[in-house]
């Protein structure tokens, strides 16, 4: 008798140690879940969700830019070496940059700054250190050009046009993961 209640006992411990071990390994991996989607929820809501968007207007705005305010020259680039653009060519294109690029242009480098801690890779890459060049560049610009100095009109570094689907790339990629987490 006394064998049965000491393996009942026995069993009894082993059984509770051992749903308290599954219980705490549960607990452990939902945790760990539950971290891994509050960081990519962080990524997507801080970084690349407002980086994606604003690019992406940028694109359409810049779409609608070349094909209703071109120079009459026509060529690939609005100005160039063998470009003629008229004042009024130039002074459309200085307006657009500091009352529609600009502030996009802002909004965009906020995001990076702010929020290179979220970086998918930890490092800034070779588009996003670009775009932030292109932005600091223009910004020697607009001083210039309010007191009158017309003689440059843009920036030292093109926007850089990889930067769209890099970003692009990566806001999928988070939404899947997203998705695999909930």
Excluded at 27 to 49: F, I, T
Excluded at 135 to 160: C, E, M, V
């Amino acid at each position: 008798m006394w064998e049965t209640e000491t393996i009942a006992i026995v069993v009894t411990i082993g059984l509770t140690f051992v749903g308290y071990l599954v219980t705490y390994a549960m607990q452990r991996a939902q945790s760990s879940c539950d971290a891994k989607l509050a960081h990519v929820n962080m990524q997507l809501r801080n970084l690349y969700g407002p980086l994606y968007t604003t690019l992406k207007a940028n694109e359409a705005i810049w779409r609608k830019f070349t094909t209703e305010k071109w120079p009459a020259h026509g060529g690939d680039a609005y100005f160039g070496k063998e470009l003629e653009t008229t004042p009024e060519e130039k002074e459309r294109w200085r307006l657009w940059m500091i009352e529609v690029f600009e502030p996009i242009n802002v909004r965009i480098e906020k995001a990076i700054i702010e929020n290179g801690d979220l970086l998918i890779d930890s490092k800034l890459s070779e588009p996003l250190i670009n775009m932030l060049a292109h932005i600091a560049a223009y910004r020697a610009l607009y001083p210039k050009w309010q007191a009158g100095d017309f003689t440059d009109h843009t920036s030292l570094i093109n926007f850089p046009g990889d930067l769209l689907p890099q970003v692009e790339a990566a806001y999928q990629k988070l939404l899947k993961q997203q998705r695999a987490l909930q």
